[in-house]
């Protein structure tokens, strides 16, 4: 393929690609909007979460490091697919044949889909689970069955993942309002590995992503399908909060890409519902029939406070509000003893700083700890543990620090209603 030109189909899956960066752009300047960080300043990096704390004091040295980095990466970008390529290559058994289920596949795109596919969210659900190379799955639901994506390729699925990456990273850097964004296509060959393999699956799909690059892949899969496959259904299921409860209620941003395929969403609410109708899913899925169901999301507690019986809170973090975090620490140990647990985010790592200061940070996906009182963004964990009675004291992701102070005494009115009726 990489003598030939582009065949249409070719175009149309790295079209979808670009239409998934589009999405993880959008919520990338989200981000930087939120740390009140001007993108011409510091340099357009993807993941921004993950960095904008330390760049913040080196604005003009991230600026250059970007604009060093975006040349050097378009030229070094496909020898780098390549060597990915030839790793892939060497752990990689010819295909055999893959016998599917008749009740479809679970697609484990991120850490987020063994939290929320179990029998307490959704049963039945589909037997089995799609598996990635670099996201290993384990704990798997009682009789579910792992297949690798890997397993469904062949051969020449490999390599014209390979040819499809290096146009797209190509194409991306040329395209007018994409190109300062050109790091983004670090993603394109596992993106492409995936896609292929998903196209191969028979269905019913079902996926826990809402909108970024792994969603529009799923989505467009079914999309193309639809003329010669039109029973091969999708279901997303809600992994977190919409914020169909907040003022202004929705995710904060316009999203360039929507969903299209979806047949059935599983979502919170009727409120959440509304929010992925109107800024998620396209007209097209609320006219053509959308299938909704509801679940409450639960999680199961582990005791871990001490036996003095002191206070306990949780805080449950992200890099955004790390320093209204650490404020309200230092001013909570002023007021009396606590148990304190932090707990960080799975996908944006809390910074080394964290480490360093008096709480118990909670390491694990599946350890929830027992507390009387979350400190939190505005997270599905803020419903996970309602379910357990445990309220939170809900505040925006980019809370400054005299304003989460503010908001002391009603932490500690609620800590002490809390133990007064123990």
Known sequence: MNTRRPTFADLRLVCDYLRGLRNEIAVDLQALELARVDPARYGKFPRPSRWI???????????????????????????????QCNAVRASWSHAVPVKFDESGQVLALSIRTLDIVHPRHIDPAPRQWIELPWLPLSDLPTGAE????????????????????????????????MSEWGLQSYTALRWFLVRLGVDKLPGPLLTVEHFDRWAVLVDGSVRQSRSHKPKRHLTVMQHGSVNADKTPRGIGLRLPTRLHAVNHLRAYSPADVEVFKAEILSPRCGTSGLDVSFYSPSVTLTDLTTTDKSPSILFVGHP???????????????????????????????????????????????????????????????????????????????????????????????????????
């Not at 990456?165 to 190509?170: M, S």
């Not at 360093?356 to 507390?371: I, K, M, N």
């Not at 997270?379 to 980019?398: F, G, K, R």
């Open 53 to 83: 704390s330390k760049a913040k004091r080196f604005a003009l040295l991230s600026r250059i490091l970007h604009r060093i980095s975006l040349p050097i990466w378009y030229f070094i970008g496909p020898y780098l697919f390549r060597r």
């Open 146 to 177: 792992a297949l690798s994506v890997m397993a469904l390729l062949k051969d020449n699925d490999i390599e014209r993942s390979l040819a499809l990456a290096t146009l797209a990273h190509r194409a991306l850097q040329r395209r007018r309002g």
């Open 320 to 422: 955004l509000c790390e320093t209204a975090h650490c404020a309200l620490l230092a001013a909570l140990r002023q007021k009396g003893s606590w148990q304190i647990f932090y707990k960080p985010h799975p996908a944006n790592p809390a910074s080394a700083h964290i480490g360093a200061l008096p709480w118990t940070l909670v390491e694990g996906r599946s350890v929830f700890p027992r507390v009387d009182l979350l400190i939190s963004y505005p997270s599905t964990m803020v419903s996970e543990y309602s379910t357990h009675d445990i309220p939170a004291v809900v505040h925006p992701i980019d809370v400054s620090a005299a304003q989460l102070l503010e908001r002391l005494p009603e932490i500690i009115q609620i800590i002490q209603s809390r133990h007064s009726t123990t």
